[in-house]
């Protein structure tokens, strides 16, 4: 039982325009949610987060949207780089003590040129 | 040191062997995650330990899998009698446990073959 999905497993967009990610998830006790990316051959590495008390989080060309009551998330790149190509993982944390991070399966990035 | 560092990087065995993976937390995080991501798939959950101590390993896949830790700091994820089906990128990372916001930092990974 998956409790936090990504249901496309990839994406491709024009460098320029916006990329939007999304997740959904299942536990009402999640709390906090985060973005990784992770380049080939190398760890996730953290993008973004936000909390449950919060609907909207940005950070430079990156921000992530909450949605509590849909259970649903999401991630706005904009403008969208080359650079920004790989995969993205959406992950959420609540509910458990040892701050274990439950994934998606992740979403791969194209951003062409 | 600076970073997570995870050893081997890259490690081919064969099947029925053993095969143990080992991770080096960030200097003073106490708490320190086993993912796996096999491939096409998502990361999957195997061990958490808190300190020295494992209280969760729900995630492990079955009794061939073990892991330790000591000294709060390094750990070694074991695989007895490897199958192919174990192959994988196996993923060490760590946090500080002091609240939130917080996150995890990964290693990049020992990418285990099984032949």
């Known amino acids: 039982d998956q409790q936090v999905k990504q249901n496309s497993p990839s994406l491709s967009v024009q460098e320029g325009r916006i990329s939007i990610l999304n997740c959904d998830y299942t536990n009402s006790m999640f709390d906090y949610f985060l973005w990784y990316k992770k380049y080939p051959a190398e760890g996730p590495t953290f993008l973004i987060s936000?909390?449950?008390?919060?609907d909207k989080n940005e950070d430079g060309r990156f921000t992530v949207f909450l949605n509590k009551s849909a259970k649903h998330l999401s991630l706005h790149i904009v403008p969208s780089q080359p650079g920004d190509s790989a995969v993205y993982f959406c992950?959420?944390?609540?509910?458990?003590?040892?701050?274990?991070?439950?994934f998606g399966g992740g979403t791969r990035l194209m951003v062409k040129p | 040191g600076a970073g997570v560092s995870q050893s081997p990087s890259n490690k081919v065995t064969e099947k029925g062997k053993d095969v143990e993976l080992r991770c080096d937390p960030i200097s003073g995080h106490t708490a320190l995650y086993w993912y796996r991501q096999s491939l096409g798939q998502g990361l999957e959950f195997l061990i958490y330990?808190?300190?020295?101590?494992?209280?969760?390993k729900s995630g492990l896949p079955s009794d061939r899998f073990s892991a330790e830790r000591t000294g709060g700091s390094v750990s070694t994820l074991t695989i007895q009698r490897t199958q192919q089906e174990d192959s994988a990128v196996y993923l060490c990372?760590?946090?500080?446990?002091?609240?939130?916001?917080?996150?995890?930092?990964f290693g990049s990974g020992t990418r285990l073959t099984v032949v």
């Open positions: 330990f808190q300190g020295n101590s494992a209280p969760d």
């Open positions: 990372a760590s946090s500080l446990m002091t609240g939130r916001p917080y996150g995890y930092t």
């Open positions: 936000i909390s449950s008390i919060k």
């Open positions: 992950a959420a944390s609540g509910g458990n003590a040892g701050n274990m991070l439950t």
